[in-house]
Antibody, heavy 121, light 108 residues
Framework: EVQLVESGGGLVQPGGSLRLSCTAS????????MHWVRQGPGKGLVWVSR????????AYADSVKGRFIISRDNAKNSLHLQMNSLRAEDTAVYYC??????????????WGLGTQVTVSS | EIVLTQSPGTLSLSPGERATLSCRAS???????LAWYQQKPGQAPRLLIY???SRASGIPDRFSGSGSETDFTLTISRLEPEDFAVYYC?????????FGGGTKVEIK
């Protein structure tokens, strides 16, 4: 069974940093691109970042470019999001999700339950 | 960046009725890269449709997707009580994703 479990969320002051993790199981992690998607309180889904299967290429939404860094450790089946210079508008639930192309699916076919990040003084 | 506009914002319908949700793109989207998700309160999104018209695993056949280029539609043929939720479309352009603002399907 495919599972994605996020961790690392919490309360942080503006300007602070936080590192999110996503632990994957039930599939060959190194065969899939991975994404982070966030959802502010009462808001819609917003794409944040993605990383390809071997970790060599990454992409970011303009709103986080230069502040967030996505990475992965395929040996440990883990995905990370280093978030620096956090702002109040980064407050959201952060989901990791699998891009299903490795299974022939052009979509985010599995999602974690999310981890809450709150940026406030 | 491709912008996706979903309409209506809210759809008020009764169980058993047909729901038609629209997703319009600011520029042409490859049908391979248009997906639909369902999200219920307090839950993670769930993939419903990918490639504009292919149902994801375990999705009932009352859900169907159609469209091309800039106009895409999600249809729920007969609403079941568990279908009342928020629905999002999503596109991928050069591996950069964008989501629509969502359509809430609520019980009338």
């Amino acid at each position: 069974e495919v599972q994605l479990v996020e961790s690392g969320g919490g309360l942080v002051q503006p300007g602070g940093s936080l590192r999110l993790s996503c632990t994957a199981s039930g599939f060959i992690f190194g065969g899939y691109w991975m994404h982070w998607v966030r959802q502010g309180p009462g808001k819609g889904l917003v794409w944040v970042s993605r990383i390809n299967a071997d970790g060599r290429t990454t992409a970011y939404a303009d709103s986080v470019k230069g502040r967030f860094i996505i990475s992965r450790d395929n040996a440990k089946n883990s995905l990370h999001l280093q978030m620096n210079s956090l702002r109040a508008e980064d407050t959201a639930v952060y989901y990791c999700a699998r891009w299903g192309l490795g299974s022939g699916i052009y979509g985010l076919d599995y999602w974690g339950l999310g981890t809450q990040v709150t940026v406030s003084s | 960046e491709i912008v996706l506009t979903q309409s209506p914002g809210t759809l008020s319908l009764s169980p058993g009725e047909r729901a038609t949700l629209s997703c319009r793109a600011s520029q042409s989207v490859s049908t391979n890269y248009l997906a639909w998700y369902q999200q219920k309160p307090g839950q993670a999104p769930r993939l419903l449709i990918y490639g504009a018209s292919s149902r994801a695993s375990g999705i009932p056949d009352r859900f169907s997707g159609s469209g091309s280029e800039t106009d895409f539609t999600l249809t729920i043929s007969r609403l079941e009580p568990e279908d009342f939720a928020v629905y999002y479309c999503q596109q991928s352009d050069r591996s950069l994703l964008t989501f629509g603002g969502g359509t809430k399907v609520e019980i009338k």
